[in-house]
């Protein structure tokens, strides 16, 4: 397996940051997404080598007590929202059919690396999109997605990581090859909530996504496997 981030800084890379619902007591979902983007910005991707897809509301959402900003620890010291500007897609144009797009459609060649982030509920077989935005992504569509972008040489190797309850009953139909996905819960259990904060009045992370974080933070030269051990 390849390093799991730092490697990325020698070649060409990519990634794609779903953040799948919208609603204030949602605001993880959201934080979550924006925090890995700055994340992978810190380690040398650009505005240009990443797709961000979210809703777009908490930041302004009335019972934000920081209007214009979101957070991901409780100590409030960093905004993590990168701003619209850095959105690439928000509000109801965050539908399953735009990230099955995106996956076909990748501005990538054979030699390329990419990193895909699904952060949101999820269900037997499905991951959510935000309310009012449609079906939600299905594990049989999605497959097909990542084979057609097999099929397209789109990629070298492909890292996906799903934040979702549910979320093996998706990833174990993916059967594109060089995938390694690694998820927050198997094809029977949930995944759950972190960091409430009380001020805010709701939860900033997730418990697979803070302790992801956590761990690149702590060992950035970690490789998949071992992230996954």
Partial sequence: MFLLLSALVSCKRFALLYAGSNGFY????????????????????TYYDMAVYAYNDIATDSANP????????????????????AINCKGDKV???????????????????IFMYYDNHGGPGILGVPDGNGDDITADLLSEAFTNCSQKH???QFLFLI???YAGS?????????????????????????VY???VGTYLSNEFSNNFISIIDESPELTVGELFT
Avoid: M, W
């Avoid at 959201?30 to 991707?45: E, K, S, V």
């Avoid at 539908?95 to 690396?113: E, G």
């Avoid at 259990?189 to 972190?194: G, K, M, N």
């Fill in 66 to 85: 920081f209007t214009g900003q979101v957070f991901h620890s409780i100590d409030h010291k960093v905004n993590v929202f990168p701003g619209d500007h």
């Fill in 154 to 156: 789109a990629y070298k």
């Fill in 95 to 113: 539908t399953a059919h735009i990230l099955y797009n995106a996956l076909s459609t990748l501005p990538t060649s054979r030699n390329d690396y």
């Fill in 163 to 165: 934040e979702a309850c």
């Fill in 197 to 199: 904060d009380e001020e």
């Fill in 170 to 194: 998706v990833a174990q139909e993916i059967t594109a090859p060089n995938v390694a996905i690694i998820t927050a819960a198997n094809d029977h259990e949930s995944s759950y909530a972190a």
């Fill in 26 to 45: 949602n605001y993880r979902h959201q934080a979550d997404i924006f925090t890995i983007y700055n994340q992978l910005l810190a380690r040398g991707f």
